[in-house]
């Protein structure tokens, strides 16, 4: 069966760089596509971005800037890199796929920013 | 940026109570509409999918409809554990979400 699992540092300090990946088993992400998805503490949900089957992305306007998804296929894994963290970006960072609406999650994983 | 307005934010109601939660769309997003159930501790998990389709395993006291800019979820016959926070998503351009709706049991 399809399952996403995302790991993480768990602790970032202000003004560093978030790494994240998802291990992804069940689905091919050379015929899929994995978006990110994050919600702070008790909020909504906002959608950051996609890595396509072709391996092209897109990003949300208002995080572009700050943000990058990549992915070894060879290893059924995609990676997002997010700098200059503040307080703000703390929440439960997940993976999901496929595009249009999100059938498969990973469980999520939190990231606190803070020093 | 299409803007997802979502009410009510909480909604408190008794076992076997038909429930309403409402979406509004900033613009047409032409029933490219999808709703989601969250338990606390849990990644979402969809309901809904094209305004009106229901997901696999999904029961069929929940119902979705509306077209345009005006979407709705239904839950008939209110059970315990349906108690959960519930999330419109549009993917008509991009994805943007509702606020949510948190329901409880009265």
């Known amino acids: 069966q399809v399952q996403l699992k995302e790991s993480g540092p768990g602790l970032v300090q202000p003004s560093q760089t978030l790494s994240l990946t998802c291990t992804v088993s069940?689905?091919?992400?050379?015929?899929?596509?994995v978006s990110w998805i994050r919600q702070p503490p008790g909020k909504g949900l906002e959608w950051m971005g996609v890595?396509?089957?072709?391996?092209?992305?897109d990003y949300n306007s208002a995080i572009k800037s700050r943000l990058s998804i990549s992915r070894d296929t060879s290893k059924s894994q995609v990676f997002l890199k997010m700098n200059s963290l503040q307080t703000e970006d703390t929440a439960m960072y997940f993976c999901?796929?496929?595009?249009?609406?999100?059938?498969?999650w990973g469980p999520g994983t939190m990231v606190t920013v803070s020093s | 940026d299409i803007q997802m307005t979502q009410s009510p934010a909480s909604l408190s109601a008794s076992l076997g109570e038909t429930v309403t939660i409402e979406c509004r769309a900033s613009?047409?997003?032409?029933?490219?509409l999808a709703w989601y159930q969250q338990k606390p501790g849990n990644s979402p998990q969809l309901l809904i999918y094209?305004?009106?389709s229901l997901a696999d395993g999904v029961p069929s006291r929940f119902s979705g409809s509306g077209s345009g800019t005006q979407y709705s979820l239904k839950i008939n016959s209110l059970q315990s554990e349906d108690v959960a926070s519930y999330f419109c998503?549009?993917?008509?351009?991009?994805?943007?979400f509702g606020a949510g709706t948190k329901l409880e049991l009265k």
């Open positions: 998503q549009q993917y008509n351009n991009y994805h943007t």
């Open positions: 999901a796929s496929p595009y249009w609406y999100f059938d498969f």
């Open positions: 890595i396509w089957s072709n391996g092209g992305t």
């Open positions: 094209d305004a009106n």
């Open positions: 613009e047409d997003i032409y029933s490219n």
């Open positions: 069940g689905l091919s992400l050379t015929s899929n596509s």
